[in-house]
């Protein structure tokens, strides 16, 4: 018998490395229902996650101005109303789309919506009395939401797209790859807790600009972060900084063209793993047993602070609570046991 569900809205607004993890749930949905076309409602800078991914739509919601507000919400459900949608799927679960899909289940329709894990989370990150066990994935649990809805999704043989040629504007500032190992890093995170230091970072891209061979690409965004990237690279022939210099959409083309990406616990490190792109992250007051580990990357690949010298490690599921005397947690990762995984 076949499905009733058509056609899905899926929510997903924010922030970049959560919409990215929604990426491989919903290319391996697309393969295996075929049938099935899914509209993606987000914020329109995520429209290239979802370039050229078949059967999936692109809804750009519009929070300042069209979709602003509680009455904004209702134009929203109108506008996506006149798309026939089936069910929806919310891989966000705030409470806009919280509101959202509640209007949708009233008129009828089936909703699913994923639930964040808050206790588990909660008890691997508490001081006392902590749970240090993994929970559940955000993948996992968006593949759970599916599964709610009739879809059971298989993400054993994820296929990644190929690396994209690069076109003359990129080249102009990265090169010809020729044999060289293109490495790329991420420096930065919304939080401090979650920032190698920008010192011993310093000392990671002087050794691997060592090696001729390597050609270093740092990412960040924003004047400040620009500026502190230019200084990292000031001086070095192999190091480009290219914050600032790519618009998003040719970002994802140089990042499919690496061959490993260093991110902290941040955006980067999945939009690189939703590529299949090695991930090297680093890892400070977060820890992948929140959840949020970079997809189809080994457990191995993740470098943490030392938990014997800071016992409370993880403190935080988001890097945004302040722990005082952990400030330099992440110092417990020594410069060469990075360097080395990105030789590996």
């Known amino acids: 018998m076949s499905n009733p569900i058509q056609h899905i809205a899926v929510f997903r607004l924010s922030a970049m490395g959560d919409v990215a993890m929604t990426v491989p749930v919903i290319r391996a949905f697309v393969e295996?229902?075929?049938?099935?076309?899914?509209?993606?409602?987000?914020?329109?800078?995520?429209?290239?996650?979802?370039?050229?991914?078949p059967n999936v739509d692109f809804f750009a919601i519009d929070v300042k101005e069209r979709h602003k507000g509680f009455a904004g919400l209702l134009k929203l459900y109108a506008d996506l109303k006149q798309l026939n949608i089936d069910a929806v799927a919310d891989l966000h679960n705030v409470l806009r789309s919280q509101i959202i899909r509640t209007l949708f289940a009233l008129s009828g329709k089936k909703i699913a919506a994923t639930d964040k894990g808050r206790a588990d989370k909660k008890a691997l990150t508490r001081p006392k009395?902590?749970?240090?066990?993994?929970?559940?994935?955000?993948?996992?649990?968006?593949?759970?939401?599916?599964k709610k809805l009739g879809f059971e999704i298989d993400l054993s043989n994820s296929k990644f797209p190929k690396k994209v040629i690069l076109a003359k504007d990129i080249l102009a500032i990265t090169g010809e790859k020729e044999n060289n190992k293109w490495i790329g890093i991420a420096p930065f995170a919304q939080y401090e807790s979650k920032v190698y230091p920008l010192d011993l970072m310093q000392q990671v891209i002087d050794q691997l600009a060592l090696a001729k061979?390597?050609?270093?690409?740092l990412f960040g965004g924003g004047n400040k972060e620009i500026e502190m990237l230019n200084s990292s690279a000031h001086g070095k022939e192999n190091v480009i900084n290219v914050a600032g210099k790519l618009k998003l959409p040719q970002e994802l083309d140089l990042i499919s063209n690496l061959n490993v990406m260093l991110s902290m616990d941040s955006g980067n490190a999945h939009i690189a793993a939703m590529l299949g792109i090695k991930v090297i992250t680093l890892w400070g007051a977060t820890h992948p047993f929140a959840g949020f580990s970079p997809f189809n990357?080994?457990?191995?690949?993740?470098?943490l602070s030392d938990r014997e010298k800071f016992p409370m490690l993880p403190t935080s599921v988001y890097g945004n609570k302040?722990?005082?005397?952990?400030?330099?947690?992440?110092?417990?990762i020594s410069v060469e046991s990075v360097v080395e995984k990105l030789n590996h």
């Open 32 to 53: 295996q229902f075929p049938d099935v076309k899914i509209t993606v409602v987000s914020r329109p800078f995520f429209k290239p996650f979802f370039d050229g991914i």
């Open 322 to 332: 302040k722990v005082a005397g952990y400030e330099d947690a992440m110092r417990s």
């Open 297 to 303: 990357q080994p457990l191995e690949n993740c470098l």
């Open 129 to 146: 009395n902590k749970i240090f066990k993994p929970v559940k994935t955000m993948v996992q649990r968006h593949l759970d939401t599916f």
């Open 213 to 217: 061979n390597n050609k270093i690409f």
